[in-house]
């Protein structure tokens, strides 16, 4: 059975750090772009991050830019979220995502979602 697990979500304050991990298993995810999403509440989906199948590329969205940086590790088929400088507007369920095409990753349209952690920023 192919996989996405998140964890490292939690309560935190405002200005403190977190570092989310999402593990895949049942194959290799080295030549999918992966990212990481968002929902808050009665809120619509947003992209936080994404990196390309090689590591090469990353993204982020607008509000999280020069805060949280995203990476990858291959040997342990696992992709990481560090989320410095968090705020309570950072709270949400933060789901991580692969697909074959960073395009369908980008779209929300991915072949593999995660079930989501949950990251509570109080102020």
């Known amino acids: 059975q192919v996989q996405l697990v998140e964890s490292g979500g939690g309560l935190v304050q405002a200005g403190d750090s977190l570092r989310l991990s999402c593990v895949g298993s049942?194959?290799?995810?080295?030549?999918?772009?992966m990212g990481w999403f968002r929902q808050a509440p009665g809120q619509e989906r947003e992209f936080v991050a994404g990196?390309?199948?090689?590591?090469?590329?990353?993204y982020y969205g607008d509000s999280v830019k020069g805060r949280f940086s995203i990476s990858r590790d291959y040997a342990k088929n696992t992709m990481y979220l560090q989320m410095n400088s968090l705020k309570p507007e950072d709270t949400a369920v933060y789901y991580c995502?692969?697909?074959?095409?960073?395009?369908?990753?980008?779209?929300?349209?991915?072949?593999?979602w995660g079930q989501g952690t949950q990251v509570t920023v109080s102020s």
């Open positions: 995502a692969a697909d074959q095409l960073y395009s369908g990753l980008r779209s929300g349209r991915s072949d593999y």
């Open positions: 990196i390309n199948w090689s590591g090469g590329r990353t």
């Open positions: 049942g194959r290799t995810f080295s030549r999918d772009a």
